[in-house]
């Protein structure tokens, strides 16, 4: 199956600083969602982006199908910023329409 | 906006119990996913379905079943709990399109514990 892999698998931040965010997978997928994990466990959709660039306020998302990557860019970053970033892919040969996660980066945001 | 709910946040649950675990989507969705998240596993599917009535396996199916007889309704089931089901349940939805993926959204989660 689709391998996922994210790094760094931890960051701390000072509050305003920029980070970036890796995924890399093993084969074409067609589709890649980024998710921001809650405290409370809840799921909260960043992106989906299986190719291209999307920006959402200081947030924004590149994927490069071709060579295999996505980055998540968090842009002056807030204590609100903290908790567990995932990165998820699939594809839909046949009925197969799970998503394959990666690890997770765990961010933490200090004031 | 797309809304899924789940029937319970927290649940205590004793081992050989029954248990269900409801979820429900707003978005006239065709397919619904149940995950469950462990630490250092990850999230992982255990069962999905792309229709009413229709399920397939996902990588741990084990120790569970599934039920969908609406299309707004997915539940999990857990015929004899056991200590190793202690785990966060997530459940999902996203649009079908044959040959296509669509984003997935999910619910707040359900804290399983079994004593």
């Known amino acids: 199956g689709i391998q996922v892999e994210q790094s760094p698998p931890d960051l701390i931040l000072q509050e305003g600083a920029n980070s970036t965010l890796r995924c890399n997978f093993s084969?074409?997928?067609?589709?890649l969602q980024w998710f921001h994990q809650n405290p409370w466990g809840q799921l909260i959709n960043l992106f989906y982006?299986?190719?291209g660039t999307k920006q959402n306020g200081r947030l924004s998302a590149t994927t490069v199908a071709t060579e295999r990557y996505s980055l998540l860019y968090i842009s002056s970053s807030q204590t609100t910023d903290s908790g567990v970033y995932f990165c998820?892919?699939?594809?839909?040969?046949?009925?197969?329409?799970?998503?394959?996660f990666g690890k997770g980066t765990l961010l933490t945001v200090n004031p | 906006d797309v809304k899924v709910t789940q029937s319970s946040r927290y649940l205590v649950k004793r081992t050989g119990e029954k248990v269900f675990l409801e979820c429900v989507q707003d978005?006239?969705?065709?397919?619904m996913f149940w995950y469950r998240q462990d630490p250092g596993l990850g999230l992982r599917l255990i069962y999905f379905s792309y229709d009413v009535k229709m399920k397939e396996k996902g990588d741990i199916p084990e120790g569970y079943s599934v039920s969908r007889e609406k299309k707004e309704r997915f539940s999990l089931i857990l015929e004899s709990a056991s200590t190793n089901q202690t785990s966060m349940y997530l459940c999902?939805?996203?649009?079908?399109?044959?040959?296509?993926?669509?984003?997935?959204?999910f619910g707040p989660g359900t804290r399983l514990t079994v004593t």
């Open positions: 084969d074409s997928v067609n589709n």
């Open positions: 998820a892919v699939g594809y839909s040969g046949g009925s197969n329409y799970k998503l394959t």
């Open positions: 982006i299986p190719s």
């Open positions: 978005m006239d969705h065709e397919n």
């Open positions: 999902a939805s996203s649009l079908l399109t044959w040959g296509g993926f669509h984003e997935q959204y």
